[in-house]
């Protein structure tokens, strides 16, 4: 039997191309639904696509449901939904549901979409979190303050990313909040001071994590955003234990199946670790890539082995620290021909990085590799050298 599988928006982002052709390769009947025409999509996505069904607006719902609905006319029932981008998390959801889909489903979507839903999950398996609360009102927030105290982080409690997240210092920023920005649900927590890591991974049918990976932030997501500063991320060839156990304890208790995540903690001074936050998707940027470089390895077609087979080939062992590093619009010490002779074949990849994602990736994004970590950091400051 093949396997009809439906993606959402299978054009964007580029580098999540491979996903959806190894899956044709193994021999899955892929389905696209998408807003770009035909003949914008690149050549190797069009020889992967079973059918394109372009709509006008990916936001409408009705549209989604005609495109599923043609599918199923013609090919049959729909196997599996899938976009591995946060931001049709409950478009899926809702098809799934429609079409009598595999995954999770609206009764499950907020689980994996409410950040305050996501903190109660948190505390029911044991896990630290930054004390807080909702605070839809002006009111609320000061209640929720009396607990906390300033300074604070605000943020929507459905959202993507790191967008309208702000930290919040006084009784004044606090105001401003209720007063200058839309109406909304913010959460409110408490400003946690640390460093920032993903536990990242991949599980399979039956919910058990078959590849894993860690990443350490050069600053958290918010204060890339805000004060448009440079980012970079690198792989851990060695998982802190206390990472690795908080990550699996996540996983189990959020009962996800055949999908990826991104997990996110912060480690304190003290070295005691708080969740951040949970991304039941494969994780942004070139994340994906770095698992690919770290280890030799190909993700996108080992998910294809997990989706149609329920197996991971690869073998994982962490020969590199695989870097991702951001650069803005700056007047840089070494241009890009300069930077490209001055780190040699430690440079496996560059790209120029989609205007939607340049406040928290950059303009250009560099991938770079090497065994030890003081070499890649020295790296890192010849790419982003001022």
């Known amino acids: 039997m093949t396997l009809n599988v439906v993606c959402l928006s299978p054009h964007f982002p580029p580098n999540f191309e491979p996903f ?73 959801a809702l098809l799934r549901t429609r079409f009598a889909i595999p995954g999770v489903s609206s009764a499950q979507i907020m689980d994996i979409k409410s950040k305050s839903r996501m903190k ?6 044991g896990i630290p979190v930054a004390p807080g609360g909702l605070a839809p009102t002006l009111e609320a927030a000061q209640a929720v303050i009396a607990n906390t105290g300033f300074p604070l982080v605000a943020k929507p409690d459905i959202g993507v990313g790191a967008a309208r997240t702000y930290r919040i210092s006084c009784e004044t920023e606090l105001k401003s909040l209720y007063t200058e920005q839309a109406p909304e649900n913010w959460l409110l927590e408490q400003y946690i001071d ?32 805000n004060e448009d500063q440079q980012m970079f991320y690198y792989s851990l060839r060695d998982i802190p234990a206390e990472l ?20 996110e903690f912060f480690r304190q001074p ?62 840089y010490r070494l241009n890009h021909e300069a930077l490209k002779s001055a780190l040699g074949s430690a440079l496996v990849h560059d790209t120029p990085i989609p205007e939607i994602f340049h406040k928290v990736m950059g303009h250009h994004g560099y991938i770079i590799r090497h065994p030890e970590l003081p070499e890649v950091l020295r790296m890192v400051s010849l790419i982003q050298g001022i």
């Open 20 to 92: 959806w052709l190894h899956l044709q390769a193994q021999g899955a009947r892929v389905l696209g639904i998408g807003d770009s025409p035909w003949e914008n999509l690149s050549p190797a996505l069009q020889n992967s696509l079973g059918e394109y069904y372009r709509v006008a607006n990916m936001d409408d719902q009705s549209q989604l449901e005609q495109a599923c609905e043609h599918f199923v006319e013609k090919w049959g029932p729909l196997h599996w939904l899938e976009s591995h981008n946060e931001y049709w998390l409950e478009r899926e």
């Open 120 to 125: 109660e999950i948190y505390r029911q398996a």
């Open 194 to 225: 640390g460093e920032l890591y993903s536990f990242d991974g991949l599980v399979n049918q039956q919910g058990e994590i078959i590849f894993y990976a860690a990443h350490h932030f050069s600053q958290g997501i918010m204060d890339t955003v």
């Open 244 to 263: 690795e156990d908080l990550g699996r304890r996540t996983v189990a208790a959020f009962g996800i199946r055949m999908r990826f995540f991104h997990l």
């Open 270 to 331: 003290d070295g005691q670790w708080v969740a951040l936050e949970v991304n039941m998707r494969a994780p942004g940027g070139l994340t994906t890539d770095l698992f690919n470089y770290a280890n030799d390895i190909d993700i996108y077609r080992e998910w294809g082995n997990v989706l149609l087979h329920n197996r991971f080939d690869s073998p994982v062992t962490r020969p590199y620290h695989a870097c991702y590093v951001g650069r803005k619009q700056r007047p």
